[in-house]
């Protein structure tokens, strides 16, 4: 009885998930062709996949639920999907390179979404870039509420003016990255204090910087660079997106679930240099974090000891390593300085030799990952190919070597056929003699004596 009642709730369990499925399936809708001429009529978020793409399959039941949510909360964003192999032509005009593609459509403009695949973080690139470019923060009591929800944002006080449409352009292009508002003097926080208007500034890590044309360059340049906390923790996707600030990453390599004071100790002073030294490095260095060392072990190629510290240039591959022992935030300070100045050598980096290393680098991982996780399966997947092209070798090998022995038999057949008088002369010069007697010729054939008579 009691394993007739654990069966029926099992197959009650498995007809919830499924009609959970096909509910949250039912707000994304599957787009065809006929969507080129209709999309502009609304505001979408699309993703692009392809049926075999297994990133996009586990994708799925995410998607399901951002569309489910998206309609819950009543949001102006309708959530698609289109396989991009059926409409290629489509998928190319938005430029799709890749599975899965995600996009937000909005009128001519598309915008790409390169954060976490996970359902709060697409639905929040979706309520960014669907609203307004430039958000008006029209009190103090809003700014506080902008403050408490966003750990990065950017605030461009004053009026029209030049800086104003330099701000416009580098919002519509990083309005995929982060918020961007503008606000009257009276607005901003008391602490808040500017030596010229207009200005922009961005608010994090509990205070706030202000843009300087004359140090900082380009604005669009400033705010790539400013968009992330000083201090991070960092994974193998936020490594990629840092390549595009032209920072170095100092980050401390540790295993968070060891609590010794090694570990603890070196990520407390690469969280104290990145807040006391901020103002010191900022232009040139992101700080932070990562647990374990199996993603720098593949960006290095060698096998990272941990707890340690390692300094990446993401944009050319390169790396430092310790030169010293670090045993404060001193120590520390001096090792990047000896990086400004070039005293610590940079290894790595994206040279032909080096990419020829990562390609056999990866080629041999590739290898040991599939025989440590299926052993079968890998001496199936190489051991048969390189049998079959043992046999080949061999048969070829075997094939020349008899060729060789019977060309080489046919030839002195029809040699001995074409001057028959030369090789019996030659015979004649080479028989052997024993003393001043010659040696009794062997008997000739009968038929060869008639012959002669004849």
Known sequence: MAAWRRGVALRLCATVVLLDMAFCKGFVEDLDESFKDSRKDDIWLVDFYAPWCGHCKKLEPIWNEVGLEMKSIGSPVKVGKMDATSYSSIASEFGVRGYPTIKLLKGDLAYNYRGPRTKNDIIEFAHRVSGALIRPLPSQQMFEHVQKRHRVFFVYIGGESPLKEKYIDAASE???YTYFFSASEEV???YVTLKEMPAVLVFKDETYFVYDEYEDGDLSSWIN???????????????????????LV????????????EHTRL???IQEVARDYRDQFHRDFQFGH????????TLLMDELKVPTVVVLNTSNQQYFLLDRQITNAEDMVQFINNILDGTV????GDSILQRLKRIVFDAKSTIVSIFKSSPLMGCFLFGLPLGVISIMCYGIYTADADGGYIEERYEVSRSEIENPEQIEESKA?????????????VQEPKDVLEKKKD
Do not use: C
């Open 345 to 348: 050598e940079a290894q790595g």
């Open 225 to 247: 660079r400013e968009r992330f906390q000083n201090y991070l923790t960092v994974d193998g996707f936020l490594l990629y997106e840092l390549g595009d600030t032209g920072k």
């Open 267 to 269: 990520k407390s002073i």
């Open 290 to 297: 990562m647990d374990g060392n199996d993603y720098i072990n």
């Open 250 to 261: 100092a980050i401390a390599v540790i295993d968070e679930k060891n609590t010794s004071t």
């Open 174 to 176: 990083l309005i995929v």
């Open 188 to 190: 901003v926080p008391e």
């Open 429 to 441: 010069q080479q028989e052997p003699r024993t003393g001043d007697s010659p040696v009794p010729a």
